[in-house]
């Protein structure tokens, strides 16, 4: 059974307390203007009163109070457009992981980024991997800085001590160690962090599987 919303239930009564009100005042009005003469005694008064006005300045308001508490009763609040209904019914997908597979395809370009993370390096030795982490070192730091700029989220260095205030963002400080209490905190500031600044990654051409994040290369012979 639909339950009546208690907003609209209280609106109903006051619609129709202010249907009898004004009903009443009309009456009063009219005892008013027929006593104007003092010397006519109420009873007669009142004998005067046309029957006819006094049953519409007494059924006026009432049916018109009665006709907008019918009205406001079953009144029902406006339906949500089509988007928003769908929108809210409907969940979010999951992000595209475009973008990032095109991030790691620009690194291995530059640097050979992924073909450096897929070696098994155990076998060589510290020099031999140091100098070729040089060269990936440099392309990929080429591939990144051209596409993202970078800002540190803290502007001190690594090792001094830093304030975190009150409404920091727990996404951008993390706070490790004795945290206790509330802030601000004092501390020593491990790693300042990083924050995108700004993004332009190029678009990947529309009929490229996102996915290759590097063609195998044939030397035809």
Known sequence: ????????????????????????????????????????????????????????????????????????????????????????????????????????????????????????????SDAQVGAAVRSIHAGCRKALSERIELERIFTAEDGTEVVVEAGFDPAAVRLTGNVSGTPPFRGTLQHAGWRAAKVSLPQSPGDVDATIIAPAEVEIL
């Open 1 to 124: 059974m639909h339950e009546q919303p208690r907003g609209s239930a209280a609106l109903v009564v006051i619609i129709l307390l202010s249907g009898v009100v004004v009903a009443a005042a009309n009456v009063g009005i009219m005892l008013l203007a027929m006593r104007a003469n003092p010397d006519v005694p109420l009873f007669e008064s009142t004998y005067r009163l046309s029957p006819a006005s006094v049953s519409y300045s007494i059924a006026a308001p009432l049916a018109v109070s009665l006709l907008m508490a019918f009205l406001a009763r079953n009144a029902s609040p406006a339906a949500p457009s089509t988007a928003a209904a769908t929108a809210a019914t409907v969940p979010a997908g999951p992000p595209s992981p475009t973008p990032a597979l095109r991030l790691l395809s620009l690194l291995q370009q530059e640097g050979r980024f992924v073909d450096f993370l897929k070696e098994d390096i155990d076998g060589y």
